[in-house]
Every structure is written in structure tokens, then in C-alpha cells.
């Protein structure tokens, strides 16, 4: 793993998030994430950690965590398709679980309960299953 590395989010990585996260299916503007978002959650004392490769400087991953001084928040773990099965979500984990023990708080996520790998490495780092809920959101409030 010697050919890759985790970095803070610098500004003017939001094009290249936003083509992974599209990649990956993880969110994008029409999800409300944008490069405003993403420095407004910084600000407050979140996290937008990104796996890259070294020699090549290419985006592979992020894990963005933010926080309501209650509990954190991990959002948009994901690793290119094209870099999956290569063990780099460990690495990804990893620097989130010191993030999020950096902060300080409990840690929550959501995941689509058909991603079976995705739950898999979650519980493998301590999450576990909330029980039976329901989430829902309101997009555009009216």
C-alpha cells in the first residue's frame, strides 16, 4: 500500500470528488454536495479525508466526515471501481477511525443494505446495526 496515501481535502479538489463520487454512486450536486458544502463542513471541524496515489496524484477514494458536536458522521466512503479489491478500504478505515477518535465523538453512517462488503468492512471496524429505521430526508424545503 506504499503507492497510495491519505490527504486532507485542498481546495479545488471538488471536480475529481465529483467525478469519483459519481463513479462510485455517491452523491454530487443534485445530492446538495458541492465544493460550498464541503468547505462549510470543514469549517466547523469536519473532515474530507481523500486516498490518492502517489506517483500519479490520482484520486481513488474519500471518506468525508462531519459532525454536529454530538455525534460524527461518515459520508461518502467509497473507493473507484476500478481500484476496488485491492484492500484500500482498510487503509481508508483506518485513517477515518482516527479522525472520528480525534473528535471525539460516537460515529454514525448510513449504507444501502444490499452493499454487503461495504457492511462488512463497517461492522469489521466496530459499527454495528442500528436495528429497524427508516431514513428520510426533504431535498428542497418548501
Known amino acids: 500500500m506504499t503507492d497510495y ?28 454536495d458541492d465544493a460550498t458544502v464541503i468547505e462549510r463542513t470543514l469549517a466547523q471541524g469536519g473532515r474530507l479525508l481523500i486516498l490518492e496515489r502517489t506517483d500519479a496524484g490520482e484520486m481513488v477514494g474519500t471518506a468525508w466526515i462531519t459532525h454536529d458536536h454530538r455525534r460524527s458522521y461518515l459520508h461518502h466512503f467509497g473507493i473507484v471501481p476500478s481500484h476496488q479489491g485491492k484492500k ?5 478505515m483506518e485513517a477515518v477511525i482516527e479522525a472520528v477518535r480525534h473528535i471525539g465523538l ?3 453512517l ?26 428520510y430526508i426533504m431535498r428542497t424545503i418548501r
Open 88 to 92: 484500500l478500504s482498510h487503509l481508508l
Open 110 to 135: 448510513e449504507v444501502h443494505r444490499e452493499n454487503i462488503k461495504a457492511i462488512e468492512l463497517y461492522k469489521k471496524y466496530g459499527f454495528t446495526y442500528l436495528g429497524d429505521y427508516d431514513n
Open 5 to 32: 496515501r491519505i490527504r486532507d481535502y485542498r481546495t479545488g479538489d471538488w471536480p475529481a470528488i465529483e467525478k469519483l463520487w459519481h463513479a462510485t454512486g455517491l452523491g454530487g450536486a443534485h445530492r446538495g
Open 106 to 108: 460516537q460515529c454514525k
